[in-house]
DNA sequence: CGAAATTGCGCAATAG
DNA sequence: GCTATTGCGCAATTTC
């Protein structure tokens, strides 16, 4: 699509004469105008959209790192508490192994449920 | 045909001969390029940033959620097990309470869990 | 003050 | 056939 810069045609080439010719290019002022003024109104939604993404990720990074340090703390505590009482037979079906990893991807998939009360 | 406003009155407001104002104009247009395409580049990189703020997004909110689940699980197994041996005071300063809540912002009540059974 | 950069605006081609 | 979009040039203004 190239796009031409001003030709110096003379000719009858879009328009004819000075009327309907200055209507349509006022009508076509107006639609630039339009585009233009959405144009300027995404851009600027889409800088504001990055500032709001900016400010949620924050948040959830902090909350990550809340949670992680939770976690951590929460595992040693119950390492800690096992090693003293080898109970953990209880918890048979259990993927600790899987949990107490410091890795943080477990599925909890068990189906078996330890008798709680 | 009208040209670009300007009639055929010599405008001493921004030129003044045939010379010196062509080289001025071309390379006013050279300007114009250049600003226009790095007004462009920003614009894209900007669209771009918001993709990538979109895809951390993602994969935070999924980290959160699987940490979440794995710390209420964990809070879970630690309390049925506390239960049973009320050693806990060996974690004597610790927030247990606050920990274990399963928000993050426990009440100011510290109460020590008296062992019901 | 001087040159480059940015901006508003209109034109024309063309996409939809 | 009309509006919307876009590259381009001009000129005023801003920035450096």
Redesign the pocket.
Known sequence: ???????K?EGP???EDSDE??K?????????????V???QKTQETVNRVNELRNENTVLEEKVKTLTKELGFLKELFLAHASNNVDASKYEGINLQKLLADDSSASTSNDKNPGTT
């Open positions: 699509m190239p796009r031409r810069g001003r030709v045609k080439e879009s328009g010719y200055r349509r290019r006022d009508r076509n002022n107006l639609a630039v105008k339009r585009s233009r959405k144009s300027k």
